[in-house]
């Protein structure tokens, strides 16, 4: 299991951008099997529960790099699956 540790590498000098996540939503898809992503909170996660894989959004651009993702444990996993389906 990977953790979320050090920091992301970011541009110095850029201005923050507002992250408009529907109006990209469509051409965003993961790296590894360009599946759909799940917008959540600062983060993008492949709705694939065979990856988990969790992109991080630095300064309000997705950085959508397999090396720069995270695997989710099964605990993040259900936590997240419950935040992206809320019980009805
Ligand atoms: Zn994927």
């Known amino acids: 299991m990977h953790v979320l540790t050090g920091r992301w590498p970011r541009d110095t000098g850029t201005h923050h951008m507002t992250f408009n996540f529907e109006a990209i939503s469509d051409i965003l898809a993961c790296p590894k099997c360009r599946g759909e992503l799940v917008y959540l909170g600062d983060s993008l996660i ?19 790099l397999v090396e720069e993702s995270v695997t989710l444990s099964d ?8 935040q992206m389906e809320p019980t009805s």
Not at 46 to 64: K, Y
């Open 46 to 64: 492949c709705d694939s529960e065979e990856h988990r894989l969790q992109f991080p959004i630095v300064d309000g651009i997705p950085r959508l």
């Open 75 to 82: 605990d993040q996993w259900d936590r997240l699956k419950n």
